[in-house]
């Protein structure tokens, strides 16, 4: 499974950006997909989560301005980042796990990063 992450960013702080991930290769079996971001020298951190069945999960520090949704059909899931702060600035990864057999198990993938950045 391949990621493509892309959208990100300068913008001032109150304003937008949409990040957008493309799920590409052997996608059958991807069950949740989701952002996570990760600051220098910090672990990297839960953003947003969405199931194939669209149950979303969020940050408490995210939660009423960043909105996850999902296009099944175009193997791809977004972000939408409203009333950025200058503490969201970040990279951002796109994840993607996908549910496998013998034995089962979960495999995450992660696309390349998406850098945000929100001026003060």
């Known amino acids: 499974v391949q990621l493509q992450a892309s959208g990100g960013g300068l913008v001032q702080s109150g304003g937008s950006l949409r990040l957008s991930c493309a799920a590409s290769?052997?996608?059958?079996?991807?069950?949740?997909m989701g952002w996570y971001r990760q600051a220098p020298g910090k672990q990297r951190e839960l953003v947003a989560t969405?199931?194939?069945?669209?149950?979303?999960n969020y940050a408490d520090s995210v939660e009423g301005r960043f909105t996850i949704s999902r296009d099944n059909a175009k193997n791809t899931v977004y972000l939408q980042m409203n009333s950025l702060k200058p503490e969201d600035t970040t990279v951002y990864y796109c994840?993607?796990?996908?549910?496998?057999?013998?034995?089962?198990?979960?495999?995450?993938?992660w696309g390349q990063g998406t850098q945000v950045t929100v001026s003060s």
């Open positions: 969405i199931t194939g069945g669209g149950t979303t």
């Open positions: 994840n993607a796990q996908k549910v496998v057999v013998g034995p089962t198990r979960t495999i995450n993938y």
């Open positions: 290769g052997s996608i059958f079996g991807i069950s949740a």
